[in-house]
């Protein structure tokens, strides 16, 4: 089982990034899945989670209004498209999958996870 994470770059502030995550080896169709990320020197923190139907969408008020989740169950596979990037959205961008929880927002809610994909935007 794994998740690919891709997308991620070097970015001006107020820029965008799409990033994509591909779902390989099981179905996650049935799975909330959610966007975390890490900075260099500190904790890894929730972003972004959709449900497993794409029904509902829950964000972190740090990125609210400016990013948006979103899954294609057909394509097993999740996305984040973030718009206005500012310098303190740089850090490695994680996709998770989890099993058992509707809208999980913490990391320990989650099962599966990707590699990571680099984010870094400058001022």
């Known amino acids: 089982v794994q998740l690919i994470e891709s997308g991620g770059g070097l970015v001006q502030a107020g820029g965008s990034l799409r990033l994509s995550c591909a779902a390989s080896g099981r179905s996650f169709s049935r799975n909330a899945m959610g966007w975390f990320r890490q900075a260099p020197g500190k904790e890894r923190e929730f972003v972004a989670t959709?449900?497993?139907?794409?029904?509902?969408?829950y964000y972190a008020d740090s990125v609210k209004g400016r990013s948006t989740i979103s899954r294609d169950n057909v394509e097993n596979a999740v996305y984040l498209q973030m718009n206005s990037l500012k310098p303190e959205d740089t850090a490695l961008y994680y996709c998770?999958?989890?099993?058992?929880?509707?809208?999980?927002?913490?990391?320990?809610?989650?099962?599966?996870w990707g590699q990571g994909t680099q984010v870094t935007v400058s001022s």
């Open positions: 959709i449900t497993w139907n794409g029904g509902s969408t």
């Open positions: 998770a999958a989890s099993s058992i929880y509707l809208r999980p927002t913490s990391r320990a809610e989650y099962d599966y």
